[in-house]
């Protein structure tokens, strides 16, 4: 089955602890990007890579790393969590040679205290 | 930079005809995506426009105005399960790396 997968789908941290959100597609995707989605602003992007090792910022990257070391593998960095990364992060990915259609994560919703 | 307004909540009876507008400002134009989106939950896509004109698929529909940056979405026989967010997104001058979504339209279908 197609998709995309998301890890932790919960996760309650604390200020400072470094973590990191994984996220894998298998459907051989060159372009995949991370969301994050808070209450009244809608879906923001937060870095994209348009293929392995080539990473870029979205409209809001402070605070956030990623890599792109593998087709399949985009994992998002919060070296020092603060409370307002407290969010709903999703992975997404797409075909660019297609319509460019996102196939989205189910989601990781985090806290930071 | 780009700009993509959307009503923030409309409400709509079971079984009616509802129209969820979006207008956008955009420096280029790659396309437009309408998602929807169940609360907690992914957004998942519903339609894709890059020429003018309406675009059908099963009770859903999508139109396009590029020269008056202007789409909507227009839902038929609306069924209680479409009670959702439906989120309009451009994609500008770089492609896909550029995708840019509106806040969103949170639909409330009532009995």
């Known amino acids: 089955e197609a998709q995309v997968t998301q890890n932790p789908r919960y996760l309650i941290t604390v200020t400072g602890k470094k973590l990191t959100v994984t996220c894998s597609q298998n459907?051989?995707?060159?372009?995949m990007s991370w969301y994050r989605q808070d209450p009244g602003l809608g879906l923001r992007q937060i870095y994209y890579s348009m293929n392995v090792e080539v990473t870029d910022k979205g409209d809001v990257p402070e605070g956030y790393k990623v890599s792109r070391k593998e087709k399949r593998n985009f994992p998002l960095i919060l070296e020092s969590p603060s409370p307002n990364q407290t969010s709903l992060y999703f992975c997404?990915?797409?075909?660019?040679?297609?319509?460019?259609?996102?196939?989205f994560g189910e989601g990781s919703r985090l806290t930071v205290l | 930079g780009q700009n993509i307004d959307q009503p923030t909540e409309m409400t709509a009876t079971e079984g009616a005809i509802v129209q969820i507008n979006c207008t956008y400002q955009?420096?280029?134009?790659?396309?437009l995506f309408w998602y929807q989106q169940h609360a907690g939950e992914a957004p998942t896509f519903l339609s894709y426009?890059?020429?003018?004109g309406l675009e059908e698929k099963g009770r859903f529909s999508s139109f396009l105005s590029r020269s008056k940056g202007y789409s909507y979405l227009l839902l038929k026989e609306l069924q209680m399960k479409d009670s959702a967010s439906y989120l309009c997104a451009v994609s500008g001058n770089s492609g896909y790396s550029t995708l840019t979504f509106g806040k969103g339209t949170m639909l409330l279908v009532s009995p």
């Open positions: 997404a990915s797409s075909d660019p040679s297609n319509t460019g259609e996102l196939f």
């Open positions: 459907m051989n995707h060159e372009y």
């Open positions: 426009n890059v020429l003018d």
């Open positions: 955009t420096s280029g134009f790659n396309g």
